[in-house]
């Protein structure tokens, strides 16, 4: 899954085609089974293609859905869906970089040299960040918890001790904080996919297949709380809408 090679494989036309094609798809003018057998129709191509095919026509529509996208395509491809998407607005934009954060975890798995996903990603983050600096915060936090989640517990200790604390404050329309997403992923590990409040697993599986769990400070950050992992907690939904709301 090379840089050289994928680009070798991609056309201008299988992009535009694609992109149609999903874009029916999504807009319900065309059925999602009858997609794929429309793409290679259109671009002559051989059976044996059909999972080429599959990530040029499920693109555009996996980004706005957020769903886990298996198949890649070339950087062009990439680029091209995302000007589409970028052009719809701040809110599709940033559903489509929480799609292309659960991608790019589900690749490093696989081929972790691969970095074509990762560089689409940095530039449309920053066209976001302009935009909405809070939810681009937000996103990158996602993706770097997803890096963390695939380092090993002596990387991710390591990482630990070597980052502060007291968490950087920013400031954009409102005070966010800098959170250490190798604390998050080692309170993730540390929960076994169980909620550490009500002792329940996670209520429901994330489409990249990880338990769903969220992790929040026992006191808070904004009150003075540390970003360990001794302060925090991993929770289902209803725990942590309780701790919320039980704080404030």
């Not at 999903?22 to 129709?41: C, D, H």
């Not at 040029?56 to 589409?84: A, D, H, M, P, V």
């Amino acid at each position: 899954m090379a840089d050289k090679k994928q680009k070798q494989k991609s056309t201008p036309e299988m992009i535009e085609v694609g992109y149609e094609i999903s874009r029916r798809v999504y807009e319900g003018t065309l059925p999602e089974n009858k997609a794929n057998q429309l793409f290679m129709s259109r671009l002559d191509l051989e059976p044996n293609r059909s999972r080429t095919a599959n990530g040029y026509w499920q693109c555009y529509l996996y980004l706005l859905n957020r769903r886990l996208i298996q198949n890649t395509i070339s950087e062009e491809g990439w680029r091209y869906n995302f000007e589409k998407i970028a052009a719809l607005g701040p809110g599709l934009l940033t559903t489509a970089l929480y799609a292309l954060n659960s991608h790019i975890g589900y690749v490093k798995r696989r081929n972790p040299a691969y970095r074509v996903p990762e560089r689409v990603h940095s530039h449309f983050l920053a066209r976001l960040s302009v935009i909405d600096g809070g939810n681009a915060e937000a996103i990158d936090l996602d993706l770097q918890v997803r890096n963390a989640l695939l380092a090993t517990e002596d990387e991710r200790n390591r990482a630990i001790t070597q980052m502060p604390t007291i968490p950087e404050k920013m400031t954009v329309t409102t005070t966010v904080y800098r959170r250490n997403p190798y604390i998050i992923a080692q309170v993730l590990f540390r929960s076994k996919g169980r909620c550490e409040g009500c002792h329940k697993l996670a209520p429901f599986i994330r489409p990249d297949g990880s338990p769903y769990l969220e992790v929040h400070h026992i006191q808070r950050l904004a009150d003075g709380g540390l970003d360990t992992a001794e302060n925090a907690e991993a929770l289902c939904p209803n725990c942590h809408r309780e701790r919320h709301f039980g704080a404030t």
